[in-house]
């Protein structure tokens, strides 16, 4: 204990007690102080204290003890109060002594003995009163500091969760995106949320490779995002993308960090983050963050964040630009295989495409009933329409003289004409079999080999029956027929609709599979439109619908053979 909680004071109106108490104590190791009278005894108190222990008189002018013991204790607290008393003042004593607050009362005359002792418990009790507090408060201080430390913990383990869980959610659902715009929408809005901030885009390098774009973005005005051009090397975000690296400006006017129109339009305050998304070292993009709704900097935590979105956001948008490109690859093989066997063909121009639409329209409608619900999906859909084009490519091994011959072919040449379909379907089982992955050329094969096979086993090359045919192969057939007619050939004229439509009706059932007749008859109008809509501009239809129709007899009539 410090030496203030030996110090005693002692307070009486006659000088020569207070003598007689210091003495006593003095001899007894305290360190005493006395004052004549109350207002001595306040201004020794406010001068020198505060006291251990406070002794008073209780007769003294002007005050009584009590009065004055109160105001000590006002003063300071953890004093204790002792009280001298004569006789007379018992009842007093006795009442004070009830309130709680005088610790002790002494007799007058008292024995150095009993002073000494009840000084040294006064002492005591004021070490206890003041370790109690001492111990009180760094209880509150102790708990309050736990307190904290659990609110911050709950927050942060919150915090923790809910962004775990965000994660978690944004790799789940990256996982059955199905195009770039889509994850690259996600991407920014996960950053959005998790990083609680206005602005945010992604940028992805254009086809040259010099310029980055932005493929998604928020708290961007729509019209500046389509125009905003960032040259890869350049600052910010182009730093980031050219140095694969991660850029944080925290701090305004950053020294050495060159403006440029993007930076003042789009990074127009900090805090901010470019943010380098990487697969396997190469960077793929880059993801701007600023405008923080705290205001505050970004931080460890919130950087960390960034890194889990950046990585998946890597990989899943790498793998939308292979899935692209492999789709724009396989897209432009096709075409190109098709085209080589059209340009031989110059007459049969929008054919292809108007076959697709034909094709699209009947797996439509099929896809829509019942029976046909469990074999065509949207993949069939989009597969038909993809490798309709290849259905003639066999056309490539026929010669021209048969091909491009004005008039009917011979039987003879009629046999030759039909190895297009074995041509072709051979062609690409080849192509299949190099590139077995390659399951959109299953289907070009299936049409290739079977476009001409007739529902009833009468068509060519194998007299397939029904359900032997293809589903591909029988929706195309129809689509094929149907533009045939409706279109001039070297050797025929064009039908007008409802002659084709007759001649597709008439077959229902030996050509035609009678459920996809049936989806034609649903869909006629879309196939007169489309005949319409996509004709041909360089080589115009046959004026079918002004000129006489005299000179166009339907095939079938007139070489019964070829079925
Ligand atoms: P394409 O011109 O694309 O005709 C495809 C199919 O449409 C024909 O298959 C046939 O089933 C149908 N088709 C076309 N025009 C008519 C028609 O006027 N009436 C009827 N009822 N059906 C028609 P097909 O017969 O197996 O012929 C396969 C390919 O052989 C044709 O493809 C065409 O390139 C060629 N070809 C067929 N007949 C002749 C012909 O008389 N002269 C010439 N130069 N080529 C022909
Ligand atoms: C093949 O010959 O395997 C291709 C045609 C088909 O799948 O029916
Ligand atoms: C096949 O199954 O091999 C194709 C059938 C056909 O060419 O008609
Ligand atoms: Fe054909
Ligand atoms: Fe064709």
């Known amino acids: 204990m410090s030496q203030i909680s030996r110090t005693v004071l002692c307070v009486d109106d006659e000088p020569n007690i207070l003598e007689g108490l210091k003495r006593q104590l003095v001899r007894s190791g305290h360190q005493v102080f006395t004052a004549v009278g109350p207002q001595a005894g306040l201004h020794t108190l406010r001068q020198q204290g505060p006291f251990a222990v406070v002794i008073a008189d209780y007769q003294m002018p002007g005050m009584t003890g009590s009065e004055f013991l109160r105001e000590v204790r006002r003063i300071s607290p953890d004093t204790v109060t002792m009280m001298l008393t004569g006789c007379a003042d018992l009842e007093v004593a006795v009442a004070a002594l009830h309130e709680g607050q005088i610790f002790r009362f002494l007799n007058k005359p008292c024995s150095r003995d009993v002073l000494v002792t009840a000084v040294q418990q006064a002492l005591e009790q004021y070490r206890l009163i003041v370790s109690e507090r001492a111990l009180t408060h760094a209880l509150a201080q102790a708990n309050e500091e736990l307190n904290r430390l659990n609110r911050d913990l709950e927050d942060r383990v919150r915090e923790r969760t809910a962004a775990i869980n965000r994660l978690y959610h944004f790799v789940s659902e990256l996982s059955g995106l199905d195009s770039l715009e889509n994850v690259g929408d996600l991407v920014v809005r996960t950053v959005a949320d998790l990083l609680d901030s206005r602005r945010v885009s992604l940028m992805i390098p254009d086809p040259s490779g010099e310029y980055l774009t932005i493929l998604a973005a928020c708290g961007i005005d729509p019209e500046l995002k389509d125009r905003i051009r960032v040259p890869v090397g350049s600052p910010i975000a182009g730093s980031a993308f050219a140095e694969c690296r991660n850029i944080v400006v925290n ?26 998304l990487l697969t396997s070292g190469s960077a793929v993009g880059v993801l701007n963050v600023t405008e923080p709704r705290s205001g505050a900097a970004y931080g460890q935590e919130a950087l960390a964040k960034l890194k889990a979105i950046a990585e998946s956001a890597a990989v899943a948008i790498q793998n939308q630009i292979r899935l692209y490109e492999r789709n724009e690859a396989r897209d432009a093989v096709i075409l190109a295989m098709a085209k080589l066997a059209e340009n031989r063909d110059p007459e049969t121009g929008a054919h292809l495409e108007r076959v697709q639409t034909y094709c699209r329209l009947l797996s439509r409608v099929l896809a829509a009933s019942s029976r046909y619900a469990s074999q065509i999906d949207e993949e069939f859909v989009s597969a038909i ?77 194998k007299g397939l029956v029904g359900d032997q045919i293809p589903l591909s192969a029988r929706i195309l057939a129809l689509a094929d027929v149907y533009d045939a007619l409706t279109s001039r050939r070297v050797y025929k004229a064009a039908m007008s609709h409802q002659e084709a439509a007759a001649v597709i009706r008439d077959g229902c059932g030996q050509h035609f599979d009678p459920d996809i007749v049936e989806a034609f008859c649903q869909e006629e109008t879309r196939f007169q439109q489309t005949a319409i809509d996509l004709q041909d501009e360089s080589s115009p239809r046959d004026p079918v619908e002004s000129a006489p129709r005299s000179g166009v007899a339907p095939r079938a009539t007139c070489r019964p053979a070829a079925s």
């Open 385 to 461: 329409v993809r490798s309709s084009p290849l259905h003639d490519i066999g056309k490539v091994g026929i010669p021209d003289a048969i091909l491009l011959k004005p008039g009917r072919l011979t039987p003879d040449e009629f046999e030759i004409m039909k190895t297009h379909t074995t041509i072709g379907g051979d062609t690409i089982r080849g192509l299949l079999e190099q590139r077995p992955r390659q399951g959109f050329l299953r289907m070009g094969m299936e049409i290739a080999y079977c476009h001409h096979e007739k529902f009833d086993g009468s068509g060519y090359p």
């Open 251 to 276: 701090e305004p006017d950053p020294v050495g960090l060159p403006t440029t129109r993007y930076d003042s339009e789009f990074f127009a305050v900090v805090p901010l983050v470019s943010s380098v």
